[in-house]
């Protein structure tokens, strides 16, 4: 049995009217929920590691992670490196919070290395929310890093603090201009937004 | 001229929100954090999660499936509740597989015709009858 994405949605190039409305990533569900724990087994402690890892699709059609790397919300760099033949679809990455762990969707910065790295698959997982970016044959190709944070912050207005559902809402926004299928639910029901 | 001894008023909440202020102290002094809220998107989502797994509810029937393996191998379900409703496959369990697809055809283009979905209710049961007596 093939991976239960669509082919075309892994594709890269799928038009962003045929994107369908629900994904399912199952096939990813255990290796995404492992990392998460890993992000937050020591959260009593005050101390939480974001984890990021490299989304391959084998030879037998399934997608999977390898690559697991740690590292803070700063530094921690997926190792995008596959080897035949694994085919390189995107990036998945964890955003623990120390302080309330609430879900937390895509970062500006997460957009721009979507778009660098020509990811066709962004996946984002935080206090057991799936997020996903998929990109579409209208994603942009390149991306001015201060015009994207610009137009992030202008979501926050005077507050100091990274407010979830102002994220998310600067999310569906970036994703409209720049052409990606914004998806948000548990590991197996992705409901379509964008 | 005020009263000396007003009567709490229905409306008048101060002592509940006093009570809650004393009770969220004592949590965080006991070191009980509490999780907020999840933020608006998320609360969104977890709705229409719920709602779509009651309407899904709402859309599933039972019926009764009967499978015999066929003289010339291979299987045949039928469900007696919906007329000429049979299925041959190599296996049992593709059998009820291809039952399953085909019933759920046959609801499929009822419902689109506007008429009432039958449904099965009732469970099977084996009864021996015993012919010398």
């Known amino acids: 049995m093939p991976s239960r994405v669509p082919l075309q949605v892994l594709s890269g190039h799928c038009p962003i ?6 994904l399912d990533l199952s096939e990813l569900a255990d290796e995404m929920e492992r990392l998460w724990i890993k992000s937050i087994e020591r959260l009593d402690e005050g101390i939480v590691v974001e984890y990021a890892a490299t989304i391959v699709k084998r030879a037998d059609g399934f997608l999977k992670l390898i690559n697991a790397v740690s590292g803070n919300s700063t530094n921690v760099l997926p190792d995008w490196a596959t080897t035949e033949p694994d085919a390189f679809i995107g990036t998945f990455h964890t955003h623990p919070r120390t302080d309330d762990l609430l879900p937390m969707p895509f970062s500006d910065t997460d957009f721009v290395s979507a778009i660098q790295l020509r990811e066709r698959l962004s996946l984002l997982y935080s206090d057991e929310i799936v ?3 998929v990109r579409t044959l209208s994603t942009s190709d390149d991306v001015d890093l201060f015009e994207i944070r610009g137009e992030f912050l202008s979501f926050f207005g005077t507050r100091a603090e990274l407010q979830p559902d102002a994220v998310w809402e600067a999310n569906k926004s970036l994703a409209v201009r720049y052409g990606f ?7 197996n029901e992705l409901f379509r937004e964008v | 001229m005020d009263n000396p001894n007003p009567i709490l008023g229905l409306k008048d909440e101060t002592w509940l929100n006093a009570l809650i202020e004393e009770v969220k102290a004592r949590r965080t002094a006991l070191g009980i954090v509490e999780k907020p809220e999840p933020p608006l998107f998320v609360r969104k989502f977890r709705n229409r999660l719920e709602e779509r797994k009651a309407k899904q509810l709402q859309l ?6 009967l499978f015999e393996p066929m003289n010339s191998n291979g299987f045949r379900a039928v469900c007696p509740t919906i007329e000429n409703c049979t299925v041959e496959a190599p296996t049992r369990e593709e059998a009820k597989t291809a039952l399953i697809g085909e019933i759920k055809q046959r609801l499929r283009a009822r419902l689109q015709a506007g008429e009432t979905l039958p449904t099965e209710r009732g469970s099977a049961e084996m009864v021996e009858v015993a012919l010398g007596e």
């Open chain 2, 60 to 65: 599933s029937r039972t019926f009764l499936a």
């Open chain 1, 181 to 187: 299928g914004l998806y948000m639910g548990t590991t």
């Open chain 1, 131 to 133: 997020f996903a970016l």
């Open chain 1, 17 to 22: 009217d045929e994107l369908p409305d629900e």
